[in-house]
């Protein structure tokens, strides 16, 4: 087996690699350009190697943003051909001063601030200040277009970004895709379409493309009987515990944070409703007003949004009794799980690094040390891939991945600040 030291350079090796020069590509090839939120967790692996890429990684990203404050979830920095579908069909243009999609994706790009500031606080405290109102009008736009009462919706799997959640199965099921016409997915030509999200799912994502399209990428034409709308857990956790740390950032730069708390206080409420009658957090469907019924990963974001719940904790106990490899996207038991599907089931090592965060700082220290000491083993075994097997362990979808990289050198290596 490899000495840990040798698995931090693998790591960096990863990072440097996907670099193209001021963004990081999840992976090439299959993600032929800068992700959203993997160039968030991008940035926290720079800042345990290299603060000043750390930085760059986040002002790349937010130089995309929106005139209303959008940060796209895809910046298509340099055309590449082998991804579908790029921005020809997002017909973005002329909307933000980079080529982009038209939807947005996990706001992890405050935290991500934090974490490099508090890793090396002397250094870029200007170009924090320079982010801090870009991060807050990204904030601002989603607590203006996907707040319904605080807990934060998603109108499109992508937004979401968990493509295939089962979460979205009854919303994606009530879209007819008429019209979609023929298009030729890229994805299935890099990674094994067992691992991918199905023929009808991919209808449905391009629909919605379409119809984005045809209304200008315009929020208030968009919104009027919005055919996908579905509130998800792990976006409001997310924006939960970013806005908490936009509010540190706040603080530490001498600005007014008053407004930012309002958010915190809304999204706080909001997160109740997404309390399933089992007290599991749980998606909504907002078309039909009802819970999914899915316990996904996600569900177990709680901690790290700053929020308790006995009924999670039971279902952690659960998980960690029923799978060798969590945490599951998709519980084990359930119907719907599959096990090399995306984000049907597959243990991501993101997910993970955000769960056990949340643990540890909400005090749950043994599963928090539990479920590290298992991720790392997951890495060292089976490398640096998107996702793996829960009940294998085996790696799936793309390799040389930078956000798993990222979480490894932030958290799961041995030698991570937080290990
Ligand atoms: C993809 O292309 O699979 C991405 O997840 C879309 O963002």
């Known amino acids: 087996m490899m000495d840990h030291a040798s698995i931090d350079a693998k790591a960096r090796d990863i990072l440097r690699g996907n670099d ?94 934090r974490a490099i500031i508090e890793k090396a606080p002397d250094q870029g405290r200007d170009r924090l200040a320079a982010l801090f109102p870009k991060l807050k009008a990204w904030h601002s736009w989603f607590m203006t277009w996907r707040n319904a009462g605080g807990a934060i919706f998603i109108t499109h799997p992508w937004e979401g970004g968990r493509d295939n959640a089962p979460d979205w199965d009854a919303a994606m099921a009530a879209i007819d895709p008429v019209g979609v016409g023929e298009y030729t997915r890229r994805d299935t030509s890099h990674v094994d379409p067992s691992m991918r999200p199905t ?52 603080d530490l730069l001498g600005e007014d944070r008053a407004e930012i708390d309002r958010w915190t206080a809304e999204i706080e409420t909001g997160v109740e409703a997404l309390r399933n009658a089992q007290g599991v957090f749980d998606s909504i469907n907002l078309r039909s007003g009802l819970h999914t019924g899915c316990v996904t990963s996600s569900s177990f974001l709680c901690w790290y949004a700053g929020v308790d719940s006995d009924a999670m904790r039971a279902e952690l106990a659960q998980t960690f009794e029923s799978c060798p490899y969590p945490i599951p996207s998709q519980k084990v038991e359930s119907e719907h799980f599959d096990a090399k599907r995306y984000w049907r089931g597959p243990t991501w090592g993101i997910v993970n690094a955000m769960i056990a965060r949340g643990l540890s700082e909400m005090g749950l220290t043994d599963e928090a040390s539990r479920l590290t000491r298992q991720t790392r083993t997951l890495m060292v075994e089976n490398g640096f891939a998107e996702y793996y097997n829960p009940l294998t362990g085996a790696p799936a979808g793309g390799g040389t991945f930078t956000w798993t990289a990222a979480v490894w050198l932030a958290w799961a290596s041995p030698t991570a600040g937080e290990a």
């Open 199 to 250: 023929k009808d799912d991919y209808d449905r994502y391009i629909w919605l493309v379409q119809r984005g399209r045809r209304l200008g990428w315009d929020e208030a034409e968009m919104a009027k009987d919005m055919p996908f709308k579905v509130a998800d857990p792990l976006t409001t956790f997310v924006l939960l515990r970013a806005n908490r740390d936009l509010a540190a950032i706040a």
């Open 20 to 113: 193209r020069g001021g963004y990081t590509l999840p992976t090439e090839g299959l993600y032929p350009y800068q992700w959203n939120w993997d160039s968030a967790f991008a940035a926290i692996g720079f800042a345990q190697f290299d603060v000043d890429r750390a930085w760059t990684e986040i002002e790349t990203l937010m130089s995309g943003q929106w005139p209303n404050g959008m940060v796209p979830h895809i910046l298509f920095h340099v055309p590449d051909p082998g991804y579908f579908p790029g921005p020809d069909v997002w017909g973005t243009d002329g909307i933000g001063p980079i080529a982009s999609s038209g939807i947005s994706q996990p706001p992890v790009a405050a935290t991500a601030a």
